[in-house]
């Protein structure tokens, strides 16, 4: 079963606003990460949150993570049309000590129009 | 001074042939990956690779194959070209780490449409 499921899949918003994406996960993990993708290009690693870490910050973008709900959620604070992009979380899974590889959900597609 | 970059862009060819897709990192990572994404926009890992070990998802049909040269590139070769083959390709790249995965640093992709 996929990992890491974004939600919503698709956001709208007018510039300035906030936009506010989920990720749930399943299994355990040492870390949780999310990477932005525009159009035709690569991902962009955006933030990195430790297991034991409740909350991040890097310039508008707010990570909170939450291991007993499995949860994630990224927050874009007054948000600009450059901000339009697909953004998708990738979990960093423990299995008990053996390493897997980062595992991506399905990203939600966000719109901010000028 | 791309940090990870692939080539081709674009690469259409007819089922059955066999194609190469190059990978090259500038960041002296020694941890290199190829990721496939669908056409719903699902990423799903490849392979991995450094040096010591490859790493390959079971789900990868044997007709592709990784090759490294040096630590530097790693390269996809896929032989007998399906139609189910089309997606885009993503090479990437991350500094080793023990016990959890560091970020990954991505190539822009190579859409490949089999015809």
């Not at chain 1, 949780?32 to 973008?61: A, C, D, F, P, T």
């Not at chain 2, 970059?5 to 002296?28: A, H, R």
């Not at chain 2, 049909?61 to 490294?68: D, I, L």
């Given at each position: 079963s996929q990992q890491g499921e974004e939600d919503p899949q698709a956001l709208s918003i007018q510039e300035g606003e906030?936009?506010?994406?989920?990720?749930?996960?399943?299994?355990?993990?040492?870390?949780?990460?999310?990477?932005?993708?525009?159009?035709?290009?690569?991902?962009?690693?955006?933030?990195?949150?430790?297991?034991?870490?409740?909350?991040?910050?890097?310039?508008?973008?707010?990570?909170?993570?939450?291991?007993?709900?499995?949860?994630?959620?990224?927050?874009?604070?007054?948000?600009r049309a450059a901000d339009t992009a697909s953004y998708f979380c990738a979990t960093d899974p423990n299995y008990g000590g053996s390493q897997g590889n980062l595992i991506f959900g399905k990203g939600t597609k966000l719109s901010v129009k000028p | 001074?791309?940090?990870?970059?692939?080539?081709?862009?674009?690469?259409?060819?007819?089922?059955?042939?066999?194609?190469?897709?190059?990978?090259?990192?500038?960041?002296?990572?020694?941890?290199?990956?190829?990721?496939?994404?669908?056409?719903?926009?699902?990423?799903k890992i490849m392979f991995s690779y450094n040096n010591?070990?490859?790493?390959?998802?079971?789900?990868?049909?044997?007709?592709?194959?990784?090759?490294?040269?040096?630590?530097?590139?790693l390269n996809l070769h896929i032989n007998s070209l399906e139609l189910g083959d089309s997606a885009v390709y993503f090479c990437a790249s991350s500094q080793e780490s023990r016990g959890y995965n560091s970020p990954l640093h991505f190539g822009n992709g190579t859409r490949l449409t089999v015809t």
């Open positions: 906030n936009a506010t994406m989920n990720c749930s996960y399943k299994t355990s993990i040492n870390n949780l990460q999310w990477y932005r993708q525009n159009s035709g290009r690569g991902l962009v690693h955006l933030i990195l949150i430790r297991s034991n870490e409740r909350e991040k910050h890097s310039g508008r973008l707010r990570v909170t993570l939450d291991t007993s709900k499995k949860s994630s959620s990224l927050l874009i604070t007054a948000s | 001074d791309t940090a990870v970059s692939q080539t081709p862009k674009y690469l259409v060819t007819q089922m059955g042939n066999d194609k190469s897709i190059k990978c090259e990192q500038n960041l002296g990572h020694d941890t290199m990956y190829w990721y496939k994404q669908d056409s719903k926009k699902f990423l010591k070990e490859l790493i390959i998802n079971e789900t990868v049909p044997n007709r592709f194959s990784p090759k490294s040269p040096d630590k530097a590139h």
